[in-house]
């Protein structure tokens, strides 16, 4: 299903804020909306959205994870410091 992208993209922004709780709906005419629940109401925090723009939209919203930096890629940062 085509909103399974969608469905992910506000599961991973769960995930990142905690204590906020933010969910998806989806329109009839296909387009997606995000909306945060706050003491039992919904607030909408997203125009409607297409698919592609809409997952763009929630990837951007609240904390950013920390990229993974391997070993390897510390030490190869380093070798270049050195290099300049």
Request: glycine share 6%; charged share 30%.
């Amino acid at each position: 299903m085509r909103s399974t992208r969608a469905t992910a993209a506000v599961a991973r922004l769960n995930k990142r804020s905690e204590g906020r709780n933010y969910l998806m709906v989806m329109t009839g005419s296909g387009l997606f909306l995000l909306r945060e629940r706050v003491d039992g109401s919904d607030r909408e925090v997203s125009p409607a959205l297409p698919l592609d723009e809409f997952v763009a939209f929630v990837d951007a919203q609240g904390p950013q994870p920390a990229p993974r930096i391997t070993k390897n890629d510390a030490a190869f940062a380093r070798q270049l410091a050195r290099k300049r």
